[in-house]
């Protein structure tokens, strides 16, 4: 009986502990799926609220969530190319890259003001028939950012802004 007595004891111990951890360590829960991500999707958080997720291989595939992941808006990118990634300075100020797929040397970088309502092209100049894979700012140098742009099978290439994404070289 003593020995059931405190076989009983270590299971309520252990039962209260897979419990208690769960709350203590949430896990991640899927929030849903957004059609049309398919392409190395990228993703940039602002705060708590705000995220901003791209990666359309043939429909616009770009969205954007206000409320903590729980609904996503797909956002009206217009015509041009799909967006392969994305960065947000603020929730309002975010910077994406398009595709190639529209020539030479058009290779485009987008920006928006109003969180995504309106997109602008802010530099054309890129490299020939790739994609601008990545673009990131720098959380103590805002004005500084980084982007590449690339292909498989073929060369890579770096740019920079010192003016907060107005210019890049």
């Known amino acids: 009986m003593k020995k059931l007595n405190s076989h009983f004891k270590i299971v309520i111990l252990f039962l209260a502990i897979l419990i208690s951890s769960q709350n203590i360590y949430p896990q991640w ?37 206000t409320n903590g992941g729980t609904n996503w808006t797909q956002l009206n990118t217009g015509t041009f190319n799909l967006f392969w990634s994305i960065w947000a300075k603020d929730a309002n100020t975010v910077f994406a890259g398009a595709n190639g797929s529209c020539g030479p040397d058009t290779v485009r970088l987008y920006k928006t003001i109003n969180g995504g309502i309106n997109w602008t092209v802010i530099e054309s100049k890129f490299a020939e028939i790739a994609t601008f894979t990545g673009i990131k700012f720098s959380n ?15 060369d890579f290439y770096i740019y920079k802004t010192r003016d907060g994404g107005n210019t890049w070289t």
């Open 140 to 154: 103590s140098d805002p004005s500084f950012g980084i982007g590449v742009s690339g292909a498989p099978d073929a």
């Open 29 to 65: 829960t899927i929030v849903g799926d957004l059609a049309g991500v398919e392409v190395r999707p990228t993703l940039s958080v602002v705060d708590g609220n705000t995220a901003f997720v791209t990666g359309g291989k043939n429909i616009n595939a770009t969205y954007k969530t």
